[in-house]
């Protein structure tokens, strides 16, 4: 059967809700996205020619505040990946508390084949496309995979030149220039690493091997904290072109380093330093595996082989729903994504609303603040898990499936 991730959110949902007894007439709601736009992107490339490209933004949920979710580019975006990403939003939201629901845009381009000034009209072009959905009040962007602060801060441009004024709350994770937030390209990560830390403490891990999928800021920010603040090993850490692994530990200064430089791990080289595949990498040995590329990497068959005892999600959709089962009959904890990897969005929050109050936070802080929400938010999915005796993906879907039911019901269904 082909890998539908709409599908897969809605087979969740649905076992969350039959857990906690929730009716389906209270969240049938949250099976169906509220608009879903689809758009043709036409643009002139540098070769003069015209090409069409496809783009989508979804809203899944507004129930608790304006939507708010990434734009991705890649050649895989499709409807019902962008939906599921949309809906994972809006329980990432749901889950560490903050006044949104959940969109999330898409074109499916591979934006390595485009140069910068074609990248440039692709994203005003695609801005332009969804200007009726979007807007501070109604719906923010931010980046995802193939996306950065120089998309949003061009997004953000072109609202404001539709508008006639800037208008900064638009898009989340701009340039500090354009009113980013300091700490916001870090905050993806740094949320993985305070999720680490609590999973260490928990377990009193002392020291541990750690194996990260994916290089791109999400992975590369993770495993750079992870080796900086906490003091453990990254084992193995891979992108597009493979990985690279070593027992004793990567020097994670001279892999960032050549990252900088290179873009690809594919010809790094270094002493005690071997070249993996990106399915070896998921299955090496380590304690901690923080898969932090696409979804769907985890499958039943890498779950029965993997030898971490603890996951932690740093990509959205990383593991299949079958490789979940398989997971927990091995007792392998999962730190699902919609929790692990919420301090982007936490952090988008923030920027947001000092960009609504111009009024701009010291870098300092807006890590405490992060560090606050992701504390409450994990505590809040541990004691469910405990409650209900279930995993801490159900947990999480839990615990946000109750704060969004109850908003439905104290707002109503309109027109009654
Ligand atoms: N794309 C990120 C995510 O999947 C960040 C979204 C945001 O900051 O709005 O959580």
Not at 197 to 208: D, F, S, T, W
Request: contains cysteine; aromatic residues 6%; hydrophobic residues 40%.
């Amino acid at each position: 059967m082909e890998y539908n991730p709409f599908l897969n959110f809605c087979k969740v949902l649905d076992e969350a809700a039959a857990t906690a007894k929730i009716a389906p007439e209270d969240y049938e709601v949250l099976k169906h996205p509220e608009r879903e736009l689809k758009v043709a992107l036409p643009i002139i490339r540098d070769n003069g020619k015209l090409e069409v490209f496809e783009g989508y933004r979804v809203q899944h949920s507004s129930l608790r505040g304006p939507c708010k979710g990434g734009i991705r580019f890649h050649q895989d975006v499709n409807v019902d990946e962008v939906k599921a990403l949309a809906a994972w939003m809006t329980f990432k939201c749901a889950i560490v508390n903050i006044p949104y629901g959940g969109g999330k845009g898409g074109v499916k381009v591979d934006p390595h084949t485009l140069s910068e000034s074609e990248l440039e009209k692709l994203t005003r072009r695609y801005t332009a496309a969804i200007l009726p959905l979007i807007g501070p009040q109604q719906d923010i962007p931010a980046p995802d995979v193939g996306t950065n602060a120089q998309s949003m801060d061009w997004l953000m441009d072109t609202y404001s030149m539709m508008r006639g004024y800037a208008v900064p709350g638009v898009a989340t994770g701009k340039d500090i220039e354009v009113g980013g937030s300091l700490g916001r390209t870090e905050a993806t990560g740094r949320g993985i690493m305070t999720v680490t830390r609590l999973v260490a403490e928990k377990h009193g891990i002392k020291k541990a091997r750690v194996a990260v999928q994916g290089a791109g800021n999400v992975g590369s920010i993770s495993a750079k904290l992870i080796a900086k603040n906490l003091g453990f090993d990254i084992v193995a850490i891979s992108d597009v072109s493979g990985g690279i692994y070593n027992a004793d530990g990567l020097d994670m200064n001279s892999v960032g380093a050549f990252l900088a430089k290179k873009g690809l791990l594919k010809d790094y080289s270094a002493q005690g330093v071997k070249h993996i595949t990106n399915e070896e990498l998921l299955m090496c040995e380590c304690d901690i595996l923080i898969p932090a590329a696409l979804e769907n990497q985890i499958t039943a068959g890498i779950a029965e082989k993997l030898k971490a005892s603890i996951i932690i999600e740093a990509a959205n959709g990383p593991t299949s729903v079958e490789a979940d089962a398989v997971l927990a009959s091995r007792n392998i904890d999962v730190y699902p994504d919609i929790l692990s990897n919420a301090g982007g969005v936490v952090v988008s929050y923030f920027e947001w609303a000092q960009n609504l109050q111009s009024l701009y936070w010291e870098e300092a802080d807006v890590n405490r603040m992060l560090d606050k929400v992701m504390v409450r938010a994990f505590g809040d999915v541990e004691k469910t898990a405990e409650e209900y005796g279930v995993t801490l993906r159900l947990a999480a879907y839990i615990t946000a499936l109750k704060r969004l039911t109850r908003a439905a019901k104290l707002r109503g269904i309109f027109p009654r």
